[in-house]
T-cell receptor
Framework: GAGVSQSPSNKVTEKGKDVELRCDPI?????LYWYRQRLGQGLEFLIY????????KSGLPSDRFSAERTGESVSTLTIQRTQQEDSAVYLC??????????????FGSGTRLTVV | KNEVEQSPQNLTAQEGEFITINCSYS?????LHWLQQHPGGGIVSLFM???GKKKHGRLIATINIQEKHSSLHITASHPRDSAVYIC?????????????FGTGTRLQVFP
């Protein structure tokens, strides 16, 4: 597609429920990233995919968080047993990776998750 | 201490003023990014640079690798430039583009 697409754009869920957030990267972008932005705070790294493997998942805050990616395409971020502190905007980004560093870093418009 | 520090945190300006936002970082990097975040949350990548200077329209970004410092300049500022400007760096390992972000500079330009 022309840009990074995320769905849903907004999600309100009850505490304790599981949620799935979806990201469609730019076609051909091998790298995919998930970030989180809590209200009034900066962006935090969650996980990085190169193809369908995740060499860096150091930012996932707990084992309730998991993510997968199919090939060099769609990724889903799953949060199990949601807590109120999970409320945030979840941003996905994709980029090309070349030997000297990335280019074409593009963000999606985010999923605003509210846990009530 | 954050690995990426920005200053100022907040900035107000009159239309037409020249604006400078500063970013200092404490880690080795492969690249530095300047991002723009508008109300409503959408993030746009303005620049990615690893040396020297880049210019796009009224925006100029510079980086000094030795001093671990970058600046974003906006010439002839306009109210539509009002946004949060975020500095982010790509730390080691250098075969990824994982970013570490500054806390952002909130810019308001008044007519």
């Amino acid at each position: 597609g022309a840009g990074v697409s995320q769905s849903p754009s907004n999600k309100v869920t009850e505490k304790g429920k599981d949620v799935e957030l979806r990201c469609d990267p730019i076609s051909g972008h091998t790298a995919l990233y998930w970030y989180r932005q809590r209200l009034g705070q900066g962006l935090e790294f969650l996980i990085y995919f190169q193809g369908n493997s995740a060499p860096d998942k150091s930012g996932l805050p707990s084992d309730r968080f998991s993510a997968e990616r199919t090939g060099e395409s769609v990724s889903t971020l799953t949060i199990q047993r949601t807590q109120q502190e999970d409320s945030a905007v979840y941003l996905c980004a994709s980029s090309l990776i070349n030997p000297t560093g990335g280019s074409g870093y593009t963000f999606g418009s985010g999923t605003r998750l509210t846990v009530v | 201490k954050n690995e990426v520090e920005q200053s100022p945190q907040n900035l107000t300006a009159q239309e037409g003023e020249f604006i400078t936002i500063n970013c200092s970082y404490s880690v080795g990097i492969s690249a530095l990014h300047w991002l723009q975040q508008h109300p409503g949350g959408g993030i746009v990548s303005l620049f990615m640079l690893s040396s020297g200077k880049k210019k796009h329209g009224r925006l100029i970004a510079t980086i000094n690798i030795q001093e671990k410092h970058s600046s974003l300049h906006i010439t002839a500022s306009h109210p539509r430039d009002s946004a949060v400007y975020i500095c982010a760096v790509s730390p080691p390992p250098y075969n990824t583009d994982k970013l570490i972000f500054g806390t952002g500079t909130r810019l308001q330009v008044f007519p």
